[in-house]
Structure formats: C-alpha cells, structure tokens
C-alpha cells in the first residue's frame, strides 16, 4: 500500500512563511511527478506547483514568485516553501503523486489527507 503523508500546515500571518512538506511510503518502484494543490472554502481544488521526476517544476501564475517547490528523489519527499503568503492562499493543501506501485504495470495518482494553511492577522 501506498500512502501520502503531509505536515506543516497552520495559522500565519499575512506576510509570513510556511513550509509543507510529504512524505510518500510504502510499496513504490518509482515516482513521477509529485505536486501540490489546494482547495480553499466553496472553490475547487486547483494546482498550486508540481515538480517532475527530473525536477522540472510549473507554478500556478497566483503563487508564482512567492512559492518555491522542491523534492527528494532519494526518499520521495516532496516540499513547498510558501513565502509573502496573502489571505487568498488560505485552503486545505494536498499533496499529490503520480506513481508506480511494486505491483503490476501501472501508474496511478495518489493524494494526502491534506493540511490546513489559514493567513490570518
């Protein structure tokens, strides 16, 4: 089984930084392209950044210049370092991979439980 785990999530205020960071386990042969996305209150799940397997890394243009992600192939981690955060960057955040199970031929995507980011003053 595989599972996605994300921490680093809270209460900041406008202005401030936060990192996120996940952590990918369990039966993986390989990873493809891990990311981010949000979901703030009554809006729709939308992508906040997302890095390939040769670290090849597309912004969503509202967070482009604040948000910086990065990975660790070596322990399949994933991080997202959000700076100069606006209360508009307040949603529940996912981590997502698109991986390679050990068993069978396939790809599937996986998501995280998420982790609450609220800017605040």
């Known amino acids: 089984q595989v599972q996605l785990v994300e921490s680093g999530g809270g209460l900041v205020q406008p202005g401030g930084s936060l990192r996120l960071s996940c952590a990918a386990s369990g039966s993986i042969f390989s990873i493809s392209t891990m990311g981010w996305y949000r979901q703030a209150p009554g809006k729709q799940r939308e992508l906040a950044a997302i890095?390939?397997?040769?670290?090849?890394?597309n912004y969503a243009g509202s967070v482009k210049g604040r948000f910086t992600i990065s990975r660790a192939n070596a322990n399949n981690t994933v991080h997202l370092q959000m700076n100069s955060l606006k209360p508009e960057d307040t949603a529940v955040y996912y981590c997502?991979?698109?991986?390679?199970?050990?068993?069978?031929?396939?790809?599937?995507?996986?998501w995280g439980r998420g982790t609450q980011v609220t800017v605040s003053s």
């Open positions: 997502n991979a698109v991986l390679k199970p050990t068993s069978g031929p396939y790809s599937y995507t996986y």
């Open positions: 890095v390939s397997g040769g670290g090849v890394t």
